[in-house]
């Protein structure tokens, strides 16, 4: 089965932009859908695909891809956005799905 | 509004058997494949299962084949997930969710711990 590979941590600085970047071969594929995961919540889709943000979602989350990789761009972190973030497709094969390990977002 | 409600989990046994629903409201149940993720405590999300609109096609991942099984009851607009053979490496939160349109939609979770 295919796997997407994050780097564990990342950290920003208030206000700052970052990228969070995901790895895998069915990206070639597939596109990618990332989610925000606060502590004792159920995760939250904040972008799919290269800009489908669902309401509510600010702007400032932006999706992009190229090959393998999949990013994810926040634009101005604000301390609200700390937390993990999961890259997310389907698997090669079309018929599972397929996580990131999640990174964990600090924003400093 | 879409609303996936799960219920079921609790604290079971190694070897036991446990089943989860998930109760399904605010959009057409049976035009939208569905999906079991689970999430052990301090770890990442992992797929566990999907079944299609009509349930005639289910995957798994290899570590629960043969212990889960998924269904749903279109009817009753109701995704489950019966869970046999129950190990520690099980305990996690169980979420249900599907992909409408181009959201994708969670559950809040059940957590089934699995004692050894």
């Known amino acids: 089965s295919s796997e997407l590979t994050q780097d564990p941590t990342v950290s920003v600085a208030l206000g700052q932009a970052v990228r969070i970047t995901c790895q895998g071969d069915?990206?070639?594929?597939?596109?990618a859908s990332w989610y925000q995961q606060k502590p004792g919540q159920a995760p939250l889709l904040v972008i799919s695909g290269q800009d489908n943000r669902p309401s509510g979602i600010p702007d400032r989350f932006s999706a992009s891809s190229s090959g393998n990789t999949a990013s994810l761009t926040i634009t101005g972190a604000q301390a609200e956005d700390e937390a993990d973030y999961y890259c997310h497709s389907r698997d090669s094969s079309a018929q599972s799905w397929v996580f990131g390990g999640g990174t964990k977002l600090t924003v400093l | 509004e879409v609303q996936l409600v799960e219920s079921g989990g609790g604290l079971v046994q190694s070897g036991g058997s446990l089943r989860l629903s998930c109760a399904a409201s605010g959009f057409t149940f049976s035009s939208f494949w569905m999906t079991w993720v689970r999430q052990a405590p301090g770890k990442g999300l992992e797929w566990v299962a999907n079944?299609?609109?009509?349930?005639?096609?289910?995957y798994y991942v290899d570590s629960v084949e043969g212990r889960f099984t998924i269904s749903r009851d279109n009817a009753e607009n109701s995704l489950y997930l019966q869970m046999n053979s129950l190990r520690a490496e099980d305990t996690a939160v169980y979420y249900c969710?599907?992909?409408?349109?181009?959201?994708?939609?969670w559950g809040q979770g059940t957590l089934v711990t699995v004692s050894s």
């Open positions: 069915s990206l070639r594929t597939y596109s």
């Open positions: 079944i299609k609109e009509d349930g005639s096609e289910k």
């Open positions: 969710a599907t992909i409408v349109g181009a959201t994708t939609e």
